[in-house]
């Protein structure tokens, strides 16, 4: 089982340039109901989107949708997010815990739809470096906060980041999920560390899942090189509703 839903999680997380740890913790929660606590899952969760992150950063930057100075900047305020995050999630409750993820989901879910970015700005080809200060503005501490998220639910920050720099920078949504994508394996390596030194990780089942999420995150970052951008938008939406009804499933049951 855990091999087989890192494989489809890699899939939809290099199609839509996110972790999968929003898809991977409601999957985990039908698959094992009761058997873990929140606190683990995320940990799982952390280790797939890391092998994830590394597999699809790479596609994504051979396809030239990755900025890695762009990546390496936002990394700079996420990271320290991330770590706090992941040491934070050993002691918050989960009730706590779920109330947070439906509400990250539901904003994040109106900010990607609120309205239609002007494509005469996005930057279909143009340059994503230097950032300009009216973007430094909002971009750093929106990182960090993304970071902390990314580490308490062991997630890379994605489903966040994308969302944002396309509503907010018009970055066009391919390279937007490139860039999410970068961002992915930045904050895994920050949230693999704290949840380990937690001990939030149980090793097995989490190298099963990596090692499975490896293979499928490499054919989703090819296969969304061809998909249409409002297929991705849609996908991206139905992962952030999935999520949420999972979480409320689980508060009440």
Same mark, same amino acid.
């Given at each position: 089982?855990?091999?087989?839903?890192?494989?489809?999680?890699?899939?939809l997380?290099?199609?839509?340039?996110?972790?999968?740890?929003?898809i991977?913790?409601?999957?985990?929660?039908?698959?094992?109901?009761?058997?873990?606590?929140?606190?683990?899952?995320?940990?799982?969760?952390?280790?797939?989107t890391?092998?994830?992150?590394?597999?699809?950063?790479?596609?994504?930057?051979?396809?030239?949708?990755?900025?890695?100075?762009?990546?390496?900047?936002i990394?700079?305020?996420?990271?320290?997010?991330?770590?706090?995050?992941?040491?934070?999630?050993?002691?918050?409750?989960?009730?706590?815990?779920?109330?947070?993820?439906?509400?990250?989901?539901?904003?994040?879910?109106?900010?990607?739809?609120?309205?239609?970015?002007?494509?005469?700005?996005?930057?279909?080809?143009?340059?994503?470096?230097?950032?300009?200060?009216?973007?430094?503005?909002?971009?750093?501490?929106?990182?960090?906060?993304?970071?902390?998220? &990314? +580490? @308490?639910?062991? /997630? *890379?920050?994605?489903?966040? %980041? #994308?969302?944002?720099?396309?509503d907010?920078?018009?970055?066009?949504?391919?390279?937007?999920?490139?860039?999410?994508?970068g961002?992915?394996?930045?904050?895994?390596?920050?949230?693999?560390t704290?949840?380990?030194?937690?001990?939030?990780?149980?090793?097995?089942p989490?190298?099963?899942?990596a090692?499975?999420?490896?293979?499928?995150?490499?054919?989703g970052?090819?296969?969304?090189?061809?998909?249409? &951008? +409002? @297929?991705?938008? /849609? *996908?991206?939406?139905?992962? %952030? #509703?999935?999520?949420?009804?999972?979480?409320?499933?689980?508060?009440?049951?």
């Amino acid at each position: 089982i855990f091999s087989s839903l890192g494989l489809a999680v890699g899939l939809l997380s290099g199609l839509l340039g996110i972790g999968g740890g929003m898809i991977l913790i409601p999957a985990l929660m039908v698959c094992f109901s009761r058997q873990y606590t929140l606190a683990q899952l995320t940990g799982f969760a952390a280790l797939q989107t890391l092998a994830a992150g590394l597999s699809g950063s790479f596609v994504h930057w051979r396809a030239g949708n990755l900025s890695w100075p762009f990546v390496l900047w936002i990394a700079l305020f996420a990271i320290p997010g991330a770590y706090l995050g992941g040491w934070l999630t050993a002691w918050i409750p989960e009730i706590g815990l779920l109330v947070m993820l439906i509400m990250m989901q539901g904003l994040n879910l109106i900010l990607f739809w609120r309205r239609k970015p002007d494509t005469t700005l996005a930057l279909a080809d143009a340059p994503f470096w230097p950032i300009v200060p009216s973007v430094q503005k909002w971009l750093a501490p929106s990182s960090f906060i993304i970071g902390v998220i &990314a +580490g @308490l639910f062991g /997630i *890379g920050g994605a489903v966040f %980041m #994308v969302p944002l720099l396309h509503d907010r920078l018009h970055v066009c949504l391919r390279k937007a999920i490139g860039i999410g994508s970068g961002l992915v394996l930045m904050t895994a390596v920050a949230t693999v560390t704290s949840k380990i030194q937690s001990g939030q990780v149980a090793l097995m089942p989490a190298l099963m899942l990596a090692f499975s999420g490896l293979l499928g995150a490499w054919i989703g970052a090819r296969l969304s090189r061809v998909a249409s &951008a +409002g @297929l991705l938008k /849609i *996908g991206l939406s139905g992962v %952030m #509703v999935w999520g949420m009804v999972q979480a409320a499933l689980r508060m009440w049951v």
